[in-house]
């Protein structure tokens, strides 16, 4: 350790004075996605004069009946009048809800804020930026590092994920060591060679003083360790080695290490590799640079190249196993895509079945393959999926090196926050060291204790295509409207100067099923409005006040004849 580490590691070991550290969840505590950790920390306790690190940067995917909308945001509200107190953003990992948020937020809080991510991650945040037309200040870090900003002094600590370099950060401050515990597990076989830095853990438990582990605890309903990377290969292996047709596999497009698996067994089994959809194309192409996969020319086959080869000479790599409408399974399965399944392909989903807002579109696609007479397989009792996150040993062990005095889960809802309380108590901790907060409140930390008296109001910030901005509850009610009953639009050409209809209505509906089956309702509908037309209408013709009333009447007559309650757009067009 030279001179000056020690000189700063001093520095940081004098007894807390009146200091303070704030920490919010900017995507709110008690949820999986949308990651966004805000350190807050006062000298003196003065929070007018506060510093600020942030930790990760994600998305959220939105709730299944927010229709249309695609992401969903941290609010970064509370930020607005600190900007110039933010230090740096540091990220754990590459998944999305860990770094997805980052072209949106930057531009926001200020271009200028520098990045710290590991190797993995600063590629995939850089490719992200370059297609949204930024620049960020990127500072990659790796085992070795330290961060130094100020009043804080980080670590970064490798352990295991879905996803390689992924870490956690012990964030030292006069008040003590802050542990954030992102997405992990401990993989003790792990295929890249790479294990969790359990020295470093290790030290820092000894040589710290842990005041609070925020953990990951989505796995913790889970006993046992989490099983390793390296336990599906024989299951997985044999699903493509028995596949008679064409082989599918999709899993998350960032975890390249299943990727990789799947091109090694795929391989050895005489099938070359086709890569379909942008999102595992662009992750394969980055783990190819950076070394994590290696493919030569001849094992890859461009799609318009497919049809020199037989099916068992095909292994397809496809992303969008969470049934994310515009992705290319989704594509394949609406009969959208130039790849077809048929009868005696198999499609082997190797990915989670639960991510918030995407259960139900993965059970659709699964149903709609094997109507398709696909043969599908996905994860079952751990036989071709792992997970990338801790079960309860992986967290009695973390928890027994670091020995914390409080303990704050993260990245997990209610039930896995619940099941990571109970392993805590057979852990022989009291409940009085576990911090639950509501999804809004501020955890406090000064000398020796906390508290959870504040709060700050967050709002959900809703994505919408590639616009940025937040969904108003009007766009939302709409949409549900029209996936529910659809939309009934009627055309009127009008001559405002004879206030009178110049053709007859040219009713159109999309999603309101009635129009072929009920003619009759149709005709009568039409006789209506021209009725109501007549009784509208004045001189000066008020075209509004007229659009208005043939909506109203609409709606009551659609509703009386149907009991449903399509969206009405009366259109009236003046000649
Ligand atoms: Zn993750």
New binding site residues.
């Given amino acids: 350790m030279n001179a000056n580490i020690q000189n700063i590691q001093k520095q940081f070991t004098q007894p807390g004075t009146n200091d303070a550290l704030k920490i919010i969840s900017l995507g709110s505590f008690g949820e999986v996605t949308q990651n966004m950790f805000v350190y807050e920390f006062a000298p003196q306790g003065n929070f007018s004069k506060s510093q600020i690190i942030i930790v990760d940067c994600g998305v959220g995917f939105p709730e299944e009946d927010e229709f249309g909308v695609d992401l969903q945001i941290p609010d970064t509200t509370y930020l607005e009048d600190k900007k110039d107190r933010i230090q740096a953003i540091i990220i754990t990992?590459g998944?999305e809800?860990?770094i997805g948020a980052i072209r949106f937020v930057l531009p926001i809080l200020g271009q200028n804020i520098p990045i710290y991510a590991p190797k993995l991650a600063t590629a995939f945040i850089q490719e992200r930026l370059i297609e949204a037309g930024q620049k960020a200040r990127i500072n990659t870090y790796d085992r070795s590092s330290i961060i130094k900003l100020d009043n804080f002094y980080i670590k970064p600590v490798a352990v295991n994920?879905?996803?390689p370099d992924?870490f956690h950060l012990s964030i030292k401050t006069s008040l003590g060591v802050f542990y954030h515990g992102?997405?992990f597990k401990f993989d003790f076989f792990p295929i890249d060679g790479k294990h969790a830095d359990y020295e470093a853990i290790s030290r820092i438990g000894n040589d710290e003083n842990v005041v609070c582990l925020l953990s990951d605890c989505l796995g913790s309903d889970h006993e046992g360790f989490s099983p390793s990377e390296a336990s599906i290969a024989q299951n997985f292996e044999y699903e493509i080695k028995t596949g008679k047709g064409r082989v599918f596999v999709t899993s998350i497009s960032s975890n390249i290490l299943r990727w990789k698996q799947a091109i090694e067994y795929g391989k050895r089994n005489g099938r070359k590799v086709v890569v379909v959809g942008f999102s595992v194309d662009k992750a394969i192409k980055i783990a190819q640079e950076l070394g994590y996969i290696k493919l030569n020319k001849e094992d890859i086959v461009p799609i318009e190249r497919i049809k020199n080869f037989r099916d068992n000479q095909l292994i397809f790599l496809v992303a969008g196993f969470a049934g994310q409408p515009t992705s290319a399974l989704s594509k394949i399965v609406m009969g959208k895509h130039r790849i077809k399944i048929s009868k005696g392909d198999k499609v082997i989903f190797s990915s989670p079945d639960y991510i918030p807002g995407t259960t139900s579109g993965i059970y659709k696609m699964i149903d709609n393959l094997a109507k398709m007479g696909a043969e599908v397989t996905y994860g079952k009792d751990e036989a071709i999926h792992v997970s990338?996150h801790g079960y309860q040993k992986d967290h009695a062990l973390l928890i027994s090196l670091l020995r914390p005095k409080y303990i704050l889960p993260i990245g997990g809802n209610y039930r896995h926050i619940k099941a990571y309380q109970l392993m805590c108590q057979q852990l022989g901790r009291s409940d009085d060291q576990f911090i639950l907060p509501e999804p809004d409140e501020v955890v406090t930390f000064r000398h020796n204790r906390f508290d959870t008296n504040s709060k700050i109001s967050l709002r959900k910030v809703l994505i919408d295509g590639f616009g940025i901005g937040d969904v108003g509850a009007t766009v939302l009610r709409d949409r549900r409207t029209l996936a529910e009953d659809g939309m009934f639009s009627v055309v009127l050409l009008v001559d405002t100067a004879q206030g009178k209809l110049i053709k007859e209505p040219v009713l159109l509906s999309r999603g309101f099923v009635f129009a072929k089956e009920n003619q009759e309702l149709l005709n009568l509908l039409k006789s209506e409005i021209m009725e109501k037309f007549r009784e509208y209408v004045g001189k000066p013709m008020n075209v509004e006040f007229v659009r208005q009333k043939i909506q109203g009447h609409l709606e009551e007559s659609i509703f009386k004849h149907t009991g449903r309650q399509p969206m009405i757009l009366p259109l009236l067009i003046e000649v």
């Fill in positions: 990992h998944h809800d860990h994920h879905s996803i992924t992102s997405d990338g």
